[in-house]
């Protein structure tokens, strides 16, 4: 079993956002962020819901 909590999808942007990540684009119910790092694009889809899944 996690020991994850369940967060909002805006809470996951948020704490990514401090991170660096920054939103590129939101295609219907999903927000794409993406950083750079050394040269490389590094990029992460976030489900706009109410509570993520933990898996």
């Known amino acids: 079993m996690s020991k994850l909590k369940r967060i909002p999808g ?3 942007i ?5 991170l660096g990540f920054v939103q590129i684009r939101q ?10 790092i050394d040269d490389k694009e590094i990029g992460y889809i976030v489900p706009l819901h109410s509570e993520l899944a933990v898996d």
């Open 27 to 36: 295609k219907s119910s999903h927000a794409i962020l993406k950083k750079i």
């Open 14 to 18: 948020n704490a990514l956002r401090k």
């Open 10 to 12: 805006l809470e996951a």
